[in-house]
């Protein structure tokens, strides 16, 4: 299974993105879990969203909760990040991860996932 990430760029705050992760070598419904981390240099990689493919349910970080939404494209193979209301500290670069089994109790956990993507880079500045 592999992972592409994409749909970067450079926005305003306040303006909106979406960003995308395809699924290739498999398919959605085999995967238990895909998540989203972000990175800026000089940080770790942090948590800011998952969905849970089985059952359908999402969960977001507090700094990106009622901005960011999380949806699924079966036909394209993609789950999609979409950003709303972005703010110069969601700059950084996105990186999506997966599981074929829900991490109990660690989805934030960066070496809870063994399939990863190459990130796509937003910035968000004026």
């Known amino acids: 299974v592999q992972l592409q990430a994409s749909g970067g760029g450079l926005v305003q705050p306040g303006d909106s993105l979406r960003i995308s992760c395809e699924v290739s070598?498999?398919?959605?419904?085999?995967?238990?879990?895909l998540t989203w981390f972000r990175q800026v240099p000089g940080k770790e990689r942090e948590f800011v969203a998952y969905?849970?493919?089985?059952?359908?349910?999402?969960y977001f970080a507090d700094s990106v909760q009622g901005r960011f939404t999380i949806s699924r494209d079966n036909a394209r193979n993609t789950v999609n990040l979409q950003m709303n209301s972005l703010k110069p500290e969601d700059t950084g670069v996105y990186f999506c991860?997966?599981?074929?089994?829900?991490?109990?109790?660690?989805?934030?956990?960066?070496?809870?996932?063994?399939?990863w993507g190459r990130g796509t880079l937003v910035t968000v500045s004026s």
């Open positions: 991860a997966a599981r074929y089994n829900f991490p109990v109790g660690s989805y934030s956990r960066v070496d809870m996932y063994d399939i």
């Open positions: 070598g498999s398919t959605l419904r085999t995967l238990g879990i």
């Open positions: 969905l849970r493919l089985g059952l359908g349910r999402t």
